[in-house]
Every structure is written in structure tokens, then in C-alpha cells.
């Protein structure tokens, strides 16, 4: 009896600690993680080669956040100056802001990015951006406002979907445990 005993506590033990790890393992692990992000310039008809973002600058995975990225310095005043961005190792990409036009005084002020992912991948990227005209050709945008929005694809949530399963799991070993012990301390 005391050996059944011993191996019953060992095997719920075991039980208990391996729904754990699984149940830990259910949870999104990438929350917070900084994605990747690169930007590239163009002046008139020249363009930059991509470089990355600084990682303040930068998304975290399902956080709404805002970052103020810095432009360019002393842009002329007759030329057009844009900005592209990419994401997920250039795997979505933005076409061409126009960060300043010196003929008109078109200027960008912000941009927000909309993130729609799945479990803990981005499947699809849109922006708004928002301009404004300056009154003087001599005043040049210095920063750039950037809004970072996350939106799940599906509205499911399969983390509480598998936690109750390993739960719902648990408790029906742990009963079947006790209804196979049970004649064990009841005997007739």
C-alpha cells in the first residue's frame, strides 16, 4: 500500500508540473519584443540604401505605442525629399511619403501604422499618414510623429481555448486517479 501510495503521488506530481510547462508554453512569448524596422530616404531622384531604426524608434509586438522618428537636416528649398519604411525583414514595404516638398510646403507630421497579426505573426500593415503646409519655405520638419497600432486578425482567443483544455485535461486524469485508487480505501 505504501508503494502504491508513493507512485501515486509521484505520477500527480508529474502531472501537476507538466501542465504547467505546457500551459506556460500556450501564452505568446514574442509580447513586447521589438520587430524589426528599416527606412530609407529619398532626395529628388536619389535614394539611400535601407537602414534600420533605432530600437526606441521601433514597434513592440501587440503594444500601442508612438515613437518620434528625426528626419532629415537642412533640406533645400526647391527640393522634394520622401521617406519609404519596411517591416519584418522587408517583408511588407511602404510606398513613398513625401516628407517635404520645398515648391509647396507640403510637410508630414505623422504616420500611423496599423498592425493586423495572427498568433504571432503580422499578416497585414496599414497606414494613415496626416500633412500639413507650412507658411514659410524656410521652416523644415525636423521630426516625425509615428503611431503604432496592433489589431488581432481573428477575434478567437485560443490561448483560453488551450488553457481550458489542459485544465479540463488535468482534472479528468486527476478524477480518473481517484476513482482507481477509491477501492483501495474502501474495502468491503
Given at each position: 500500500?505504501?508503494?502504491?501510495?508513493q507512485q501515486?503521488?509521484?505520477?500527480?506530481?508529474?502531472?501537476?508540473i507538466?501542465?504547467?510547462?505546457?500551459d506556460?508554453?500556450c501564452?505568446?512569448?514574442t509580447e513586447?519584443r521589438?520587430?524589426q524596422m528599416?527606412?530609407?530616404y529619398q532626395?529628388?531622384d536619389?535614394?539611400?540604401?535601407?537602414?534600420?531604426?533605432?530600437?526606441?524608434?521601433?514597434p513592440?509586438?501587440?503594444?500601442?505605442t508612438?515613437?518620434?522618428l528625426?528626419?532629415?537636416?537642412?533640406?533645400?528649398?526647391?527640393s522634394?525629399y520622401?521617406i519609404s519604411?519596411?517591416?519584418?525583414?522587408r517583408?511588407?514595404?511602404?510606398?513613398?511619403?513625401?516628407i517635404?516638398d520645398?515648391q509647396?510646403?507640403?510637410?508630414?507630421?505623422?504616420?500611423?501604422?496599423?498592425f493586423?497579426?495572427?498568433?504571432?505573426?503580422i499578416t497585414?500593415i496599414t497606414?494613415?499618414?496626416?500633412?500639413?503646409?507650412?507658411n514659410?519655405?524656410l521652416?523644415?520638419?525636423?521630426?516625425?510623429?509615428?503611431f503604432y497600432?496592433?489589431i488581432?486578425?481573428?477575434?478567437?482567443?485560443f490561448?483560453?481555448g488551450?488553457?481550458?483544455?489542459f485544465i479540463?485535461?488535468?482534472?479528468?486524469?486527476?478524477i480518473s486517479?481517484?476513482v482507481?485508487?477509491w477501492p483501495f480505501?474502501?474495502?468491503?
Amino acid at each position: 500500500m505504501q508503494k502504491f501510495n508513493q507512485q501515486n503521488n509521484f505520477f500527480i506530481g508529474f502531472s501537476i508540473i507538466l501542465f504547467f510547462i505546457i500551459d506556460s508554453q500556450c501564452k505568446p512569448s514574442t509580447e513586447g519584443r521589438i520587430k524589426q524596422m528599416m527606412k530609407r530616404y529619398q532626395i529628388n531622384d536619389k535614394r539611400t540604401f535601407w537602414e534600420d531604426v533605432s530600437g526606441r524608434e521601433r514597434p513592440r509586438f501587440n503594444q500601442n505605442t508612438q515613437a518620434i522618428l528625426a528626419t532629415l537636416r537642412n533640406m533645400k528649398k526647391d527640393s522634394l525629399y520622401k521617406i519609404s519604411f519596411s517591416f519584418d525583414n522587408r517583408r511588407f514595404e511602404t510606398p513613398w511619403f513625401i516628407i517635404y516638398d520645398g515648391q509647396t510646403g507640403k510637410t508630414l507630421t505623422s504616420i500611423e501604422f496599423n498592425f493586423e497579426y495572427e498568433f504571432e505573426e503580422i499578416t497585414k500593415i496599414t497606414w494613415k499618414e496626416e500633412y500639413t503646409r507650412l507658411n514659410s519655405t524656410l521652416e523644415q520638419p525636423e521630426t516625425l510623429l509615428v503611431f503604432y497600432n496592433w489589431i488581432p486578425a481573428s477575434q478567437i482567443d485560443f490561448q483560453f481555448g488551450l488553457s481550458f483544455f489542459f485544465i479540463g485535461g488535468f482534472f479528468l486524469v486527476l478524477i480518473s486517479i481517484l476513482v482507481s485508487i477509491w477501492p483501495f480505501f474502501f474495502k468491503k
